[in-house]
């Protein structure tokens, strides 16, 4: 007979996918986006969402300036020069006069850039929609969505809005019930996330927890509210330094999604996850044929370094593989857990609505065989 907490961590691992550290619980559902009355009004202000509307350009910025940020390409470790350069030493110490003038208030300081990552052609298409299925030791354990919802904004910057909602199996709500959704909402032009909602409705427990990342500060605010059946409510409050233009838990896979990923390369970038950030190391293994939804396709198999911690702590190799193509297709995950291995498999799919400044629109991957039946 599974233990609660076993069902538990198979279902809950598909809701990180392989880059998340998530642990606890909610209540109070609130997925209409708005934030609580009680809420920080600084904050409030900075990272209401708010629609779209037919005159907001596709860039959309802040009272900040925008520029040519690192490509994703530069996310790989840069090389670690034996001697500093002339060039380099004058450069630092112009950085150091600037540094004392901004101290005296003599100068003001430079704005804040935001990078420009996204790819030529958008892999991410507005009404996507992704169904996996997940087996734990043979046996179905539940469902797994994705889906992206239409554009919002925060802070005059466009988002892309992400929702996961993972569900267990009429066979696995015997032993333990869940019900959780997470949003993410990653800027359009600059590849980062802005903020992360996650909220679990289970048998024992509730959780409402609420991520804020402001890169111009360098800092998140994560308000985590969780009941416990057993152990009752608790509440936290915190701020704390992240990296600028990090990933949560969920823009992780979209941003991978963005990358080139040639063989044989490694993959870094920051992520944050319950006030607490770290460096994702994803490796691009190999090029492999596998039967999906499109028929046989040629996908990416990219082996993540996680991180988890508690009941998702890593106990083994875990695999991620992407459609070889622009959109880069999720179709299926492979995670090593405490006993056995957890699978998701791609088994239903929505393509969604390609860009309007597309001018021949992404092609879906290409089958060499007959195509699976899709639920």
């Known amino acids: 007979m599974f233990r609660e907490n076993r069902v538990r961590q198979v279902l809950l691992i598909l809701f990180v996918l392989l880059l998340s550290c998530v642990n606890g619980s909610i209540r109070h559902v609130r997925m209409n986006n708005e934030l609580p009355s009680d809420f920080p009004k600084e904050l409030k202000d900075r990272f209401e969402i708010k629609d779209v509307t037919s005159s907001i350009p596709n860039l959309l910025t802040s009272d900040v300036e ?23 030493k004058k450069r630092m110490k112009i950085k150091e006069e600037h540094q004392k003038e901004l101290a005296r208030g003599t100068v003001h300081s430079a704005p804040f850039v935001y990078p420009i990552r996204r790819p030529g052609r958008d892999p991410i298409w507005v009404g996507e929609k992704f169904v996996y299925s997940i087996l734990y030791l043979g046996v179905p354990a539940g469902s797994f969505t994705l889906e992206i919802l239409p554009f ?12 996961g909602n993972a569900v267990s199996s009429t066979i696995f709500s015997l032993f333990y019930r869940l019900n959780d959704i997470v949003e993410s909402f990653m800027d359009y032009e600059g590849s980062f996330s802005h903020r992360f909602h996650i909220i679990l409705d ?17 800092q998140t605010f994560y308000w985590n509210r969780w009941d416990h059946k057993v152990n009752g409510y608790k509440e936290s409050k ?14 992780a896979l979209y941003f991978m999604r963005t990358l080139a990923l040639p063989p044989d390369s490694v993959i870094s970038f920051p992520v944050v996850s319950e006030g607490k950030g770290w ?3 994803c490796n691009v293994v190999r090029r492999e044929m596998l039967r999906t939804p499109f028929g046989k396709v040629q996908t990416i198999v990219i082996r993540p370094d996680t991180k988890f ?23 299926r995950l492979e995670a090593k857990v405490r006993i056995g291995t957890v699978v998701a498999e791609l088994r239903h799919v929505e393509l969604g609505t390609p860009p309007a400044a597309e001018v021949n629109p992404l092609a879906t991957p ?3 065989s007959t195509p699976l039946p899709t639920p």
Request: hydrophobic share 30%; proline share 6%; no cysteine.
């Open 66 to 88: 925008v520029s040519k940020g690192p490509s994703p390409a530069s996310f790989s470790e840069p090389a670690i020069e034996s001697k500093v350069s002339k060039k380099k």
């Open 309 to 331: 911690q508690g009941i998702l702590r890593k106990n083994g190799n875990s695999f991620l593989w992407l459609t070889d193509d622009d959109r880069k297709i999720p179709v």
């Open 238 to 251: 915190e701020f704390a330094a992240i990296q600028p233009f990090s990933q949560d838990s969920l823009s």
């Open 152 to 163: 919002k904004t925060i802070s005059n910057r466009k988002v892309y809005h992400i929702r």
């Open 202 to 218: 289970e048998s024992k427990q509730s959780r409402d927890a609420l991520e804020l990342y402001d890169s111009e500060k360098a």
């Open 279 to 281: 460096e994702a190391i």
């Open 366 to 368: 290409k089958p060499d």
